[in-house]
């Protein structure tokens, strides 16, 4: 099991040159999302070779620009490789009417299905689940409605076999590896019963990862995320500039570490940062101090965990 998570922007909305409003791109368990669309996501896309046939789920946090603006540009460049594959969009009540009003008014109509999934709810739900993984919404507090969202990996359906230890029974035969696969026990012709945990290798832990979008500081969030193998927490400010983070309702670096500190996360991740800090540094110190192993995330920067 494995988590590969490609930072493609990370900074806030002021435009700069050497920087990039927020996307990332999250393979897990074998599948692709896209968390976020800022303006340029399509060229940093090509930038770290991610292909863009991988990409059939979009994950949209909030409807302000620095976090959508660069989708619809990216859905037309699908068409003009004659895309085919379904393209699912996940985000707030509105998206469809905001993209699909582009796409007519620059008859740019998609040739391949775009399926859109608008939330609303404001409280964490299931929104994707297939045989490998499933994603939860994480309910935020910014000035508009805002998720983040909760990626998990499933258990395999299967155990696999400990051959070594299965060959000290040799009523055990090749007919029955799949019910001890399937998580059954084994009866000996002596009525012996072998405990299903002494013919298989536990399976690794599933891993997660949590992105926390634009918020204020926001305990409740800390249920859901908690124990999760990483954490991307916005940190657009820090400590000098609490009044104004509390006024445009985003975290300090403290804040976010402080999140990370009670939901019990492995690793966190930091970012948004404001165009205000010349020295991006100054939000892993500070976050540091509160939680040991916080790090920053910077363009083209791939955090890989394996279980």
């Known amino acids: 099991m494995s988590l590969k998570l490609t930072i493609l922007g990370c900074h806030s909305a002021t435009p700069r040159t050497f920087a990039h409003p927020t996307s990332q791109y999250l ?14 996501t399509q060229v940093q896309l090509r930038t770290y070779k991610i292909k863009f046939s991988k990409i059939n789920h979009i994950f949209i946090s909030h409807l302000h620009g620095d976090h959508f603006f660069g989708l619809v540009g990216l859905l ?30 620059s008859k740019s109509w998609t040739k391949y299905p775009l399926l859109f999934h608008e ?14 993984v499933i994603v939860k919404t994480i309910p935020l507090k910014h000035r508009v409605y805002t998720n983040g969202f909760l990626f998990q990996e499933k258990p395999p359906v299967y155990k ?13 035969e090749i007919c029955h590896y799949h019910n001890i696969k399937k998580g059954l026990d084994f009866t000996c012709n002596d009525g012996t019963l072998i405990d299903n945990s002494l013919l298989t290798i536990p399976h690794n832990k599933p891993l997660s990862y949590a992105y926390c ?13 908690k124990g999760a193998d990483l954490l991307y927490h916005e940190s657009t400010f820090l ?12 975290s300090t670096a403290k804040e976010a570490a402080q999140i990370a500190q009670l939901a019990n996360v492995k690793m966190l991740l930091l970012g ?4 205000r800090y010349k020295d991006i540094n100054r939000f892993q110190k500070e976050a540091a101090a509160v939680f040991e192993n916080s790090h920053l995330t910077e363009e083209g920067k791939v955090f890989h965990l394996k279980s």
């Open 27 to 40: 393979e897990i368990n074998n599948r692709s999302f896209l968390i976020d669309c800022g303006e340029g």
């Open 76 to 105: 037309s460049t699908f068409n003009l490789y004659n895309r085919e594959n379904e393209l699912h969009i996940f985000g707030p009540k509105g998206i469809k009417e905001i993209i699909t009003l582009q796409l007519k008014l």
């Open 119 to 132: 939330l609303e709810k404001t409280e964490s739900e299931l929104i994707f689940e297939d045989e490998k």
């Open 160 to 172: 696999h076999l400990n051959v070594k230890a299965i060959a000290n029974y040799p009523e055990i």
């Open 213 to 225: 979008s634009d918020t204020a500081y926001h305990p409740d969030i800390v249920p859901i995320i």
């Open 239 to 250: 400590v000098d500039k609490q009044d104004l983070a509390n006024t445009t309702m985003h």
């Open 272 to 275: 948004h940062y404001s165009s």
